[in-house]
């Protein structure tokens, strides 16, 4: 029997299972870890002492579970992305990683790269304009504050590249990844941006690009003895966790979309031809020569525990039983989310948290149940900027954040769509091990693990009211912007 390894390093903790070709899950591990937030708007990773640690301790632990009868035949890691991961030529790390968009400290790169490219340019070329989500500012702004770091550089790698690089010496990086490195990667034609990756990397030499199922090499010697892997297993090349995940519920047609309830919220949209969008960003996708849309907030889960914390602590199932009690509507209280600023569709690392219509008679169960449903009418803004490009036609919901009643219903009742939640909702780990299933070729390329489990349908009798209130919602912002960006400036 054929196993295969799936490694997944998410932003607090890494899992791993061990998968046949069937599909079936025989083992899995977790190992939970935090990120670093040393200054205000740096969020890091010490890239050795916790990814590659993790994995070697994952590694091991589920190598030790194949049954006798068993042989693991190929491995998959995917990762939090994109990040900035710079190393010596020996793939060591020469500073801690840089993370995806709640990484906001280059935004004066962002703003002079904007300035001499040209914003039309950037989206006419990257498919996305430049916001914290970008690598090419981080690259840019070590460069600029970290130059001794940046000239010792002989190697950038994303989160899955930098694993795969440990495991292999292989020096790649995924199509996805790099078109999320903007903008240094010309989304339409599926390569690197010469002219611009020659200004930003300099000398720094760019990774051979791959697709995230492509075996890129075997696991060395060296990695074999610090993994407890066999050396010479085949090891596929990865990509960004949330496209992982999509990739492992089903998400691969044109119109399949995932909605990602996690710390924060992150979506993806298949699509079938090139587009463009400022609020969102355009990338490759995962199988080749696939495109999608994808969008991200700052917050989600985490405005949530900020808000039990605040409260007292309360237990999740007291906090769900005093926002069940509340009508849908909050009695007139609305929130905007933005506690941690905001990315997709408004992409302002000053926005800030909006109360509006608190009243002495709104409890904690209106501050929990505005809180949901502030975070829906955010992504019924994005899905119907995904809408502009390929309209729908299904729609899976992931991640922990489904457990909630509230939220998942609040998403439903505010955007219109019916979601459905797949029977196996392990995550990206489980889809690193259907990418190295069909990159070693142990299973078809359209092979697909994904079962739907159950449906979170919209309720009719909510619509008029969320329509009309997500019209009083979308107002708030740009009512409230130049006020609150007085005040980020003071905090």
């Known amino acids: 029997m054929d196993l295969l ?7 607090g903790s890494t899992k791993g299972v ?12 977790t190992i939970a870890h935090a990120i670093d937030l040393p200054r205000p708007g740096w969020a890091e990773v010490d890239a050795d002492a916790v990814w590659w640690r993790e994995v070697c301790a994952i590694s091991a632990a589920l190598t030790a579970e194949i049954p006798p009868h068993a042989r693991l035949a190929a491995m998959c890691v995917s990762g939090v992305g994109p990040c900035l991961v710079l190393c010596d030529a020996d793939a060591r790390p020469l500073r801690p990683a840089i993370l995806y968009g709640i990484d906001t400290r280059a935004h004066a790169e962002i703003e002079s790269l904007t300035e001499e490219f040209g914003e039309q340019n950037i989206l006419d070329q990257a498919g996305t304009l430049l916001s914290s989500q970008a690598v090419g500012p981080k690259i840019e702004w070590v460069r600029r504050h970290e130059p001794e770091v940046f000239d010792r550089a002989a190697r950038w790698y994303g989160s899955n590249s930098y694993i795969a ?42 990774p051979e690009l791959v ?6 090499g075997a696991v060395s010697a060296a990695a074999a003895a610090e993994t407890g892997l066999p050396a010479g297993l085949p ?13 492992s519920v089903g998400v691969r047609r044109p119109g399949d979309q995932m909605l990602m309830y996690g710390s924060t919220m992150f ?3 298949v699509i079938d031809e090139y587009h463009s969008d400022p609020a969102l960003w355009t990338t490759a996708g995962v199988e080749p020569g696939s495109l999608a849309l994808a969008a991200g907030t700052s917050t989600a889960g985490t405005l949530i525990g900020w808000l039990q914390n605040l409260t007292g602590g309360p237990s999740f199932d007291e906090l769900t039983a005093e926002a069940l009690n509340v009508p849908a509507g909050s009695e007139g209280l609305l929130m905007l989310p933005y506690l941690a600023g905001e990315r997709t569709p408004v992409f302002d690392p000053r926005a800030r948290g909006v109360l509006a219509g608190l009243e002495l008679r709104h409890g904690r169960g209106h501050l929990f149940r505005a809180a949901y449903e502030g975070i829906a009418f955010g992504i019924r803004q994005i899905l119907d900027r995904f809408d502009d490009a390929h309209r729908a ?23 219109g769509r019916t979601q459905l939640v797949p029977e196996q909702a392990i ?5 690193d091990a259907l990418l190295a299933a069909i990159g070693a070729g142990l299973v078809a390329p359209d092979t697909d693990w994904a079962r739907v489990a159950r449906e979170i349908t919209p309720d009719e009798a909510n619509r008029a009211m969320y329509d009309d209130l997500f019209g009083t919602w979308a107002q708030l912002y740009p009512a409230t912007r130049e006020q609150v960006h007085r005040l980020a400036d003071i905090g």
């Open 235 to 247: 090891v596929a090349a990865g990509t960004v966790d949330a496209f992982s995940e999509a990739f």
């Open 267 to 269: 979506l993806v949209q």
């Open 5 to 11: 390894l799936g490694i997944d390093m998410g932003t």
């Open 165 to 206: 690089a440990k495991l292999t010496g292989s020096y790649v990086m995924d199509h996805h990844t790099a078109s999320q490195c903007d903008p240094l990667y010309l989304t339409r034609e599926f390569t690197w941006n010469r002219e611009w990756t020659d200004r930003i990397c300099g000398s720094l030499p760019l």
């Open 211 to 216: 697709w995230p199922s492509d075996i890129i």
């Open 393 to 415: 036609t299904r729609t899976v919901a992931v991640g922990g954040g489904i457990k909630s009643p509230v939220w998942a219903q609040a998403i439903s009742d505010i955007t």
């Open 18 to 29: 061990l998968v046949d070709t069937a599909g079936n899950v025989l083992a899995s591990e």
């Open 427 to 431: 995550g990206a780990s489980y889809g």
